[in-house]
């Protein structure tokens, strides 16, 4: 059974730090593509990061890029988000996902497998 397990949320001041890391389990993830999307109350899941099975090609929304940095574990089955200088509309269930086939289905929602998410709380 695919599993990804989200961990790493919680509450944290602007401008301040978290990291997120997603666990995955069930098959083999090294040649899988895997990324975060995030949704806040009353909107719709938004991506936030993607990165390819090597860990070498990563892409980003426009509202985190230069703050948020993605990166696969050494094992190649986690993926990790530093998330620095958080802002209080960063604030949203952030969930991992992950698909086989190309970083465009991770980026554009498509991914075959997705976590049950971890919430990120940003006050001001």
């Known amino acids: 059974q695919v599993q990804l397990v989200e961990s790493g949320g919680g509450l944290v001041q602007a401008g301040g730090s978290l990291r997120l890391s997603c666990a995955a389990s069930?098959?083999?993830?090294?040649?899988?593509?895997m990324g975060w999307f995030r949704q806040a109350p009353g909107e719709e899941r938004e991506f936030v990061a993607a990165v390819d099975w090597s860990g070498q090609i990563p892409a980003y929304a426009d509202s985190v890029k230069g703050r948020f940095t993605i990166s696969r574990g050494n094992a190649k089955n986690t993926v990790n988000l530093q998330m620095n200088s958080l802002k209080p509309e960063d604030t949203a269930v952030y969930y991992c996902?992950?698909?086989?086939?190309?970083?465009?289905?991770?980026?554009?929602?498509?991914?075959?497998?997705w976590g049950q998410g971890t919430q990120v709380t940003v006050s001001s």
């Open positions: 069930g098959r083999t993830f090294s040649r899988y593509y």
């Open positions: 996902a992950a698909d086989h086939g190309t970083l465009a289905s991770v980026v554009t929602g498509r991914a075959e497998y």
